[in-house]
């Protein structure tokens, strides 16, 4: 069964955008096993577009599931994931920590449409 082992503790960086890992976050996936996103990786959370109804809708909605995607479509990232795979876990990492099939599945169709440039991009202790 997926699950958070441990809370999401970031801190934003000195800009608005970008987020600082501070302690580890470990979450459990029924897809890849056990994956932790180290201290000191940088996010930016769910890159939701910025239209204003997009945003309203699925702004602010899945932090700590789009961390561990964040850190899965890294290049070196561990465990190893497809793309497909990166996504299907940030799918199921929403639904454990219980959101509504009207937030989840319109964000996982929207990595599933726009993540392939972001795609083995970035290696994990890159910064943003």
Not at 39 to 59: H, I, K, M, N, Q
Not at 76 to 96: G, H, S
Not at 105 to 119: D, F, N
Request: net charge positive.
């Amino acid at each position: 069964m997926a699950e958070f082992l441990t809370d999401l503790d970031a801190r934003l960086k000195d800009n608005d955008k970008i987020w600082i890992i501070y302690s580890p976050l470990i979450y459990i996936s029924g897809i890849l096993g056990k994956i932790t996103v180290p201290w000191g990786f940088e996010t930016d959370f769910a890159s939701v577009p910025r239209v204003p109804l997009f945003y309203t809708l699925f702004g602010d909605r899945a932090h700590r599931e789009s961390v561990v995607h964040d850190m899965l479509y890294r290049i070196d990232a561990l465990p190893t994931a497809t793309r497909k795979q990166a996504d299907k876990v940030f799918l199921e990492a929403m639904k454990c920590r219980g959101k509504s099939w009207f937030v989840r599945y319109p964000m996982y169709w929207g990595v599933r449409a726009g993540g392939l440039p972001s795609y083995h991009k970035r290696k994990i202790e890159d910064q943003l």
